[in-house]
């Protein structure tokens, strides 16, 4: 099963580097919920169909790879934006930020004092890359929409980092972990659509300025 | 030796016009046409040699250099590279910076003689030519590092040798496809196809590689062509190399394994050709430096 996961690994760090370069929304949109999909076959390739595996990777696949995908597809819909403009740094830098972090994640992930069976596989680095991505999409886009993008990029990071652990790690963290990126996602919606309404644009840097 | 000699550039030398023509005939048949015969760049060729030399008088003997060494260097990196399992006929350790930097002299010289006829409408196509080119040569620098970790060689022959195979089995096989797909991106941009080029177009927004070459006519247009031909073959070899590694031991089985992966490349071609559209200008460097990260990305995989 370990050679499958290889490949798998690699299609979530290629989907971070399109994710990054990419322009438009529902493109990225459907991209997050393809990796999301992948993420969701991870448990059952790293520790066999077990129940504990099989009910992570149904609950992954429903939320991060239909139900968040739809909401925001739903949202990009009602709001008519196609394209991210104009972001804070530049599709070209980005990707190069993007690619550079990686890469630092690959070495870093060399230094850490991991378990012995965990030293050399892809898991830990690709997690942290993952991580990055999601804070990088946060930090430079300016639509709402491309930021919960990033938000839900880094749960893609961390659900890495517990498929690792998921021996360990109770079922009842996990599925909070979803709960509350579920809740994030509803509310950024309704933060979405209010932008939206108040504005007619979905520029979260209006929200910083001050109005009577 | 001298029979290997002769076998490589035979191959070469009648093989490479019939790729253009399955990719032209791949194009007519996803458009519906019959479209020309599969041997037409031969005609095309051979009308061109037929027809005298027409120089402009603002011309130098640069706007001969042109074709000229755009014809030759594709034959001399074809020595350098092994045709499928048949063995290169020279090689020697480091011979891949030789390869890479020969196509970039070729290149010096089109753009020269595009230059020299002061058109500022060449001088257009050169500038944009050279742009897309520099950020070209580091993905196929990166990808030849790659393969030279995993072969702990520096030839061309070492590189693309019998190791390919455990290789696409082991860890690194991952880094193998990332710079299958970036290698794939270069030698569409390198050949100047779609979605980086089209080699059909005259339009002076669009055109890239065909405007550099508006002034030559007859057999300087023939060599011209013929060279393209040469270089996208030669350049096909490292591709398909690298995605069909196996070896069957005896030559004619080798020979015809490779020459069945360039027409499977060259209907590729064409297929992409059919389904996509032409990037916009802007985007193409993007896209060039996006690969240029595959690779990088590719070689770290490997390098941990």
């Given at each position: 099963m370990l050679e499958l996961t290889n490949p798998l690994l690699l299609a979530v760090i290629l989907i971070n580097f399109y994710t990054l370069g990419s322009a438009r929304l529902v493109a990225c949109v459907r991209v997050v919920a393809l990796q999301g999909a992948l993420l969701a076959l991870l448990p059952l390739l790293s520790h066999g169909f077990t129940f504990h595996a099989m009910v992570l990777a149904a609950e992954a696949f429903c939320f991060k790879g239909v139900v968040i995908p739809w909401l925001l597809l739903r949202a990009i819909h009602r709001v008519r934006i196609r394209r991210e403009m104009e972001p804070i740094v530049g599709f070209v830098p980005t990707l190069i930020l993007g690619v550079l972090t990686t890469v630092g994640a690959f070495l870093f992930a060399d230094l850490l004092p991991l378990a012995p069976e965990h030293h050399d596989g892809m898991f830990v680095p690709t997690a942290l890359a993952t991580m990055f991505s999601g804070f990088l999409l946060l930090i430079t886009r300016r639509k709402a929409i491309t930021q919960i993008l990033g938000y839900l990029m880094l749960e893609n990071g961390i659900f890495i980092f517990a498929v690792l652990l998921s021996a360990a790690m109770p079922f009842m963290v996990e599925a909070g972990i979803l709960l509350d990126l579920l809740v994030g996602v509803f509310v950024m919606g309704i933060v979405v659509n209010q932008i939206s309404r108040e504005f007619s644009t979905l520029n979260t840097e209006r929200l910083t300025a001050l109005k009577e | 030796m001298i029979i290997r000699l002769f076998l490589h550039l035979a191959l070469l030398l009648l093989f490479a016009p019939l790729l253009q023509g399955v990719i032209t005939r791949t194009k007519a048949l996803f458009a519906g046409r019959v479209g020309a015969p599969l041997l037409q760049p031969y005609y095309d060729l051979a009308r061109l040699w037929r027809k005298g030399f027409v120089f402009s008088r603002t011309t130098t003997w640069v706007f001969l250099a042109g074709p000229l060494v755009g014809l030759v260097v594709p034959l001399l990196a074809s020595l350098l590279i092994p045709f499928g399992a048949l063995p290169a006929p020279i090689s020697f350790e480091g011979d891949l910076v030789l390869f890479v930097y020969l196509f970039a002299l070729s290149r010096f010289f089109t753009v020269a003689a595009a230059l020299d006829t002061g058109s500022s409408f060449e001088g257009m196509g050169a500038a944009r030519e050279v742009t897309f080119s520099c950020l070209a040569e580091p993905t196929l620098l990166f990808a030849l590092l790659v393969l030279a970790r995993l072969s702990d060689g520096l030839s061309l022959g070492t590189l693309l040798g019998s190791h390919l195979l455990p290789a696409w089995h082991s860890d690194a096989g991952a880094s193998l496809g990332l710079i299958l797909v970036s290698l794939f991106l270069v030698l569409l941009v390198e050949n100047s196809?779609?979605?980086?080029?089209?080699?059909?177009t005259h339009l002076e927004l669009t055109m890239i590689h065909e405007v550099m070459i508006l002034d030559h006519s007859g057999p300087a247009l023939g060599m011209i062509l013929y060279g393209a031909a040469l270089k996208m073959m030669v350049m096909g070899a490292l591709l398909v190399r690298l995605a069909l590694p196996w070896q069957t031991g005896w030559w004619l089985s080798d020979a015809l394994l490779f020459l069945a992966g360039l027409t499977g490349l060259a209907v590729l071609i064409g297929v992409i050709e059919s389904i996509m559209a032409r990037l916009r200008l802007p985007r193409v460097p993007q896209v060039l430096v996006g690969t240029m990260l595959l690779s990088i990305f590719a070689l770290v995989l490997v390098l941990r």
């Open positions: - | 196809r779609i979605p980086f080029d089209d080699p059909n």
